[in-house]
Nanobody, 115 residues
Framework: QVQLVESGGGLVQAGGSLRLSCAAS????????MGWYRQAPGKQRELVAT???????NYADSVKGRFTISRDNAKNTVYLQMNSLRPEDTTVYYC?????????WGQGTQVTVSS
């Protein structure tokens, strides 16, 4: 089992920045990738950014150049630095950890960008 705790969401003006954190605990040795996803009401959950245990990253086109995903293996934590935020980035952001046989999700953190 893997447990994930997210933090760092909040309210920010358009053009501002936020950093989300996701701390993993439990069977962390089984994790081979972690990522951030977001889901607006009535819409499917979508990928924002992922990072593998080897450090390879992947981003949604809508956030490329604005968001940066990183991981601190010593702290078992993944970060999402979000710059140049837009009102359309407003939604709940979820952290996910992938092992060889399961996906684990955090509880979600709300990000609200005011215009």
């Amino acid at each position: 089992q893997v447990q994930l705790v997210e933090s760092g969401g909040g309210l920010v003006q358009a053009g501002g920045s936020l950093r989300l954190s996701c701390a993993a605990s439990g069977s962390i040795f089984r994790i081979n990738a972690m990522g951030w996803y977001r889901q607006a009401p009535g819409k499917q959950r979508e990928l924002v950014a992922t990072v593998t245990s080897g450090g390879s990253t992947n981003y949604a086109d809508s956030v490329k150049g604005r968001f940066t995903i990183s991981r601190d293996n010593a702290k078992n934590t993944v970060y999402l630095q979000m710059n140049s935020l837009r009102p359309e980035d407003t939604t709940v952001y979820y952290c996910k950890a992938r092992t060889w046989d399961a996906d684990y999700w955090g509880q979600g953190t709300q990000v609200t960008v005011s215009s």
